[in-house]
C-alpha cells in the first residue's frame, strides 16, 4: 500500500519569515505533485514534478523531488497571509490508476 | 471554459438513506476520480473511471458505487449512509496522461452530512 506522510501537521509563522513542508514515502512514485487548498473548496494543483532530483519554482515557492522519487519538499521564502492554506502533496502510481494524497500540511501565516 | 462542477454542494441525509453527487469533467478531459475528505486530512482515493470503466478502487466498502456516463460525467452513489459518512465529496478530472496523470481538477466538492 502506497502512502504518503506530510510534515508538520500544522504550522503558523508570521508575514515574511521562510518555511519548508515535507512529503515522504516509502514507495516510488511516478510523480508526484503539490496541491493548495482553502476552506471550503477543491485543491488546487501547484505544481508536478516528474524527474529525480528535479527542482520547480513558481514565485516564491520552491519544490524539490528526491532522488529516488520517494519524498518532496516544498519551500515558501518571505511567507504572505495569501499563502495560508493547507498544503497537499500526490502522487501517482506507475498504472495511473489512482492518485493519493499526503495528510497536508496547514499553514497559518499571521500578518 | 468551465471547470469542474459537482452537485449538490451542499445536503443533509439521515442514516440508512441513500444519496447521488454528481460530476461533470472538464472538457475534453475523460478521467474522473472522487474523493472523500473529512475536515481536517487529505482527500481518501474513492474510485478513478476512465473511458467509462472503473480503473482504480480504494479501500471503501460496497456501500460505495460510481460509474461514468458516455458523456464523461460521473455518478457517485452512497447506500445506507452512515454517521461517519459525513464528508466533503471531491470530484476530480485529469487528462490520464504519462508524466500528467497526477494532475487532478477539482470541482469544490459536495458537503454531505449525516444526521
Known amino acids: 500500500t502506497q502512502l504518503l506522510e506530510q510534515s508538520p501537521q500544522f504550522l503558523s509563522i508570521q508575514e515574511g519569515e521562510n518555511l519548508t513542508v515535507y512529503c515522504n514515502s516509502s514507495s516510488v512514485f511516478s510523480s508526484l505533485q503539490w496541491y493548495r487548498q482553502e476552506p471550503g473548496e477543491g485543491p488546487v494543483l501547484l505544481v508536478t514534478?516528474?524527474?529525480?532530483?528535479e527542482v520547480k519554482k513558481l514565485k516564491r515557492l520552491t519544490f524539490q523531488f528526491g532522488d529516488a522519487r520517494k519524498d518532496s519538499s516544498l519551500h515558501i521564502t518571505a511567507a504572505q497571509p495569501g499563502d495560508t492554506g493547507l498544503y497537499l502533496c500526490?502522487?501517482?502510481?506507475?498504472?495511473?490508476?489512482?492518485?493519493?494524497f499526503g495528510p497536508g500540511t496547514s499553514l497559518s501565516v499571521i500578518p | 471554459d468551465a471547470g469542474v462542477t459537482q452537485s449538490p454542494t451542499h445536503l443533509i441525509k439521515t442514516r440508512g438513506q441513500h444519496v447521488t453527487l454528481r460530476c461533470s469533467p472538464i472538457s475534453g478531459h475523460k478521467s474522473v476520480s472522487w474523493y472523500q475528505q473529512v475536515l481536517g486530512q487529505g482527500p481518501q482515493f474513492i474510485f478513478q473511471y476512465y473511458e467509462k470503466e472503473e480503473r482504480g478502487r480504494g479501500n471503501f466498502p460496497d456501500r460505495f458505487s460510481a460509474r461514468q456516463f458516455p458523456n464523461y460525467s460521473s455518478e457517485l452513489n452512497v447506500n445506507a449512509l452512515l454517521l461517519g459518512d459525513s464528508a466533503l465529496y471531491l470530484c476530480?478530472?485529469?487528462?490520464?496522461?504519462?508524466?500528467?496523470?497526477?494532475?487532478?481538477?477539482f470541482g469544490e466538492g459536495s458537503r454531505l452530512t449525516v444526521l
Open positions: 514534478v516528474v524527474t529525480g532530483g
Open positions: 476530480a478530472s485529469s487528462l490520464l496522461a504519462s508524466g500528467v496523470a497526477g494532475e487532478l481538477f
Open positions: 500526490a502522487g501517482a502510481s506507475a498504472s495511473y490508476d489512482k492518485v493519493i
